[in-house]
């Protein structure tokens, strides 16, 4: 086992983390948190992969460069989402009403 | 001029760079600019079409970066085809905004942050229509993605924010299990272009591996069912034009980067299976969808289930385009041109339907199906609209969903495979059963008090746009004729011979 699939099952396991966390925990916050660390699973794997051949590969730094400049603009947008939820219904998780049983 | 030579540069840069002018302008000359939007992207598609037809498929290598840094669109028959569904509704879409919104504070804040980010959504959408690698999507989709949720919570209402919010965990989500494909894909092969891909590409177990995480997050983002509860709380809560172009283009954006990689990356001994996998949950996303769809009490979630119902339709091409694809390549073209044209034929006719809900909704003020009754009369425009529409989504001729549905289902009935046959024509029967619950109660000789006259611009996009989804049923050769231009040969040899 090489450092690179160290790093590579590191990130598979992250993203592993993050996705249970966004299916269970109910809290907005939480949900959010849980995608940056599957995000950052993601990330990571490709990072790893980058290490493959002789020298560095640039692409893949290029590719998390743009992932991540997504990623906080996406998580931003969802914060303040979340805010203007809480303060229009005073929740902080979906709730999930009946007629949307589907 | 260089403009002349690259008429797709606009249909990108147009629409984004008019979000930036209208941001900065507000309601100032909103007409005008809205008007040389649309103008702009017309004359934009037709150049387009024309240079496709003289040159065949071509590349278009923005600012001269090459791959894998720089950024290449791809044009031919398919993406095409899309650029002419985006243009189409995206004027009918605008054209019909300029007469939503209402003259209230709260109103006209919301237009003012309406217009730049509907415009980044076209724009957006294009570019998903024109990229031709597997990351360049990934940003594609995560920012049409951004701007519909955005324009769905416009109205701030609880639902609004809710399904919004819901929207956006999912499309999220399915963004990352894309993305992991494509890191997974990446690592393996070490290429991101569609064309350099499908000629590396070996059927591997990593191979598997990456079509499926990119499989899920596609149909997540195409709402297939059972990853379609959240279109419903989220297409039915959006502002009209919204829920119009989010079921009519955004969906299909998910839908459209499924089909380019089954066609053309996958290799051919996996996509049997997964073709198969896929049929399965469209006829399934037909049946429940309309059920769904027969029992609501509300005019736009009667219509956002119907979404669910029609994508099934187009999901079934995957299956019966894997028929013929080593023996009998009729079977093969004839479900390829009856799935897209199912993706123009409801696209056309579901962003009819919304805009015409729009209609009656701001006339009495409540989607309630029972407060519907009566405005036949009064609304003769929109109800023609909502007929139109209709005729086109039950798949009754001479609409654009009866060719689709025909290809699909004598596909179905030729090859002797009777359930696919079977599922679609149930699924008929239930859309005219749930259309009929709306043109019931349209029709009925009621007074229900309450009526705000609502703008004339309104009824005649709405019309306009149910008229188009007859008009290509009509004449369904010219986007046929397209649609051909730098596809695979099994995909299109069918109409070779009628053409």
């Known amino acids: 086992m090489t450092v690179m699939h160290l790093f590579g099952l590191t990130g598979v396991a992250l993203f592993c983390i993050g996705l249970f966390g966004v299916m269970t925990k109910p809290h ?36 998390v460069l743009t992932g991540i400049v997504i990623s906080v603009s996406a998580t931003a947008y969802a914060v303040g989402l979340a805010a203007r939820l809480h303060r229009a219904t005073g929740m902080v998780t979906l709730e999930v009403k009946p007629e949307d049983d589907a | 001029m260089w403009t002349g030579q690259q008429p797709e540069v606009w249909q990108v840069a147009g629409p984004m760079i008019a979000a930036a002018m209208t941001f900065a302008l507000g309601s100032r000359g909103r007409k005008t600019l809205v008007g040389v939007v649309i103008a702009l992207m017309g004359w934009s598609t037709l150049g387009t079409i024309v240079k496709l037809i003289g040159e065949g498929p071509y590349l278009h290598v923005i600012g001269g970066w090459v791959a894998p840094l720089g950024i290449t669109w791809r044009i031919d028959g398919l993406s095409a085809v899309m650029l002419v569904l985006t243009t189409l509704i995206g004027a009918g879409i605008s054209v019909y905004s300029l007469g939503y919104f209402g003259t209230s504070s709260r109103e006209q804040h919301n237009e003012t942050y309406f217009w730049p980010l509907w415009l980044f959504l076209w724009g957006s959408l294009n570019a998903v229509f024109l990229s031709g690698d597997i990351f360049n999507w990934y940003v594609t989709l995560e920012l049409s993605g951004l701007a519909a949720v955005a324009l769905i919570t416009l109205s701030n209402k609880p639902d609004a924010l809710t399904g919004g919010m819901r929207y956006l965990i999912i499309a999220l989500v399915a963004s990352l299990f894309y993305l992991l494909g494509v890191a997974l894909l990446y690592g393996e092969y070490g290429i991101l272009d569609l064309g350099g891909l499908s000629k590396a590409i070996e059927p591997t177990h990593l191979t598997m591996v990456a079509m499926s ?26 502002p009209s034009p919204v829920s119009a172009v989010l079921s009519a283009l955004v969906v299909k954006s998910g839908f459209y980067i499924l089909l380019r990689l089954v066609i053309e990356v996958w290799p051919a001994e996996m996509t049997h299976a997964l073709a198969q996998g896929l049929g399965i949950l469209g006829g399934a996303a037909i049946l429940w969808g309309s059920f769904l769809a027969i029992k609501q009490q509300r005019l736009k979630r009667l219509i956002a289930y119907s979404t669910v119902a029609q994508l099934g339709y187009v999901f079934l091409m995957f299956p019966l385009m ?84 025909w290809m699909l289902l004598t596909t179905a009935i030729y090859s002797q495979h009777w359930s696919w046959a079977a599922i679609m024509l149930i699924g008929g029967l239930m859309a005219v059963g749930y259309l009929f619950r709306i043109y019931r109660r349209l029709l009925t000789h009621v007074d229900h008090g309450t009526f705000h006259q609502p703008s004339r611009i309104m009824e005649f996009a709405a019309l306009g746009l149910a008229g188009l989804s007859l008009l290509f049923g009509l004449s369904s050769m010219p986007l046929l004729y397209v649609l051909r231009i730098g596809m695979p040969e099994q995909l299109t040899n069918y109409f070779w011979g009628m053409m």
């Open chain 2, 213 to 238: 995480v990119m499989t899920i997050g596609l149909i997540a983002k195409a709402a297939l069912f059972p990853l379609h509860f959240w279109l419903p709380p989220a297409h039915s809560n959006a």
């Open chain 2, 322 to 405: 894997t028929i013929g694809w080593d023996t009998d390549t009729n079977w093969t073209s004839r479900a390829f041109a009856g799935g897209i044209y199912q993706v123009v034929a409801h696209a056309l006719a579901k962003a009819s339907l919304f805009l015409a809900a729009g209609v009656l909704i701001h006339a009495r003020g409540s989607d309630d199906l029972e407060g519907l009754r009566g405005l036949g009369e009064k609304l003769p425009l929109t109800v023609t609209a909502m007929a139109l529409a209709g005729i086109s989504l039950m798949g009754i001729p001479p609409g654009a969903g009866f060719f689709a549905k």
């Open chain 1, 28 to 63: 907005l916050l939480k949900k959010l948190l849980s995608l940056n660390i599957a995000s950052a699973g993601v990330f990571l794997l490709m990072v790893a992969l980058a290490s493959r051949g002789d020298r560095p590969d640039p692409v893949p730094h290029a590719l």
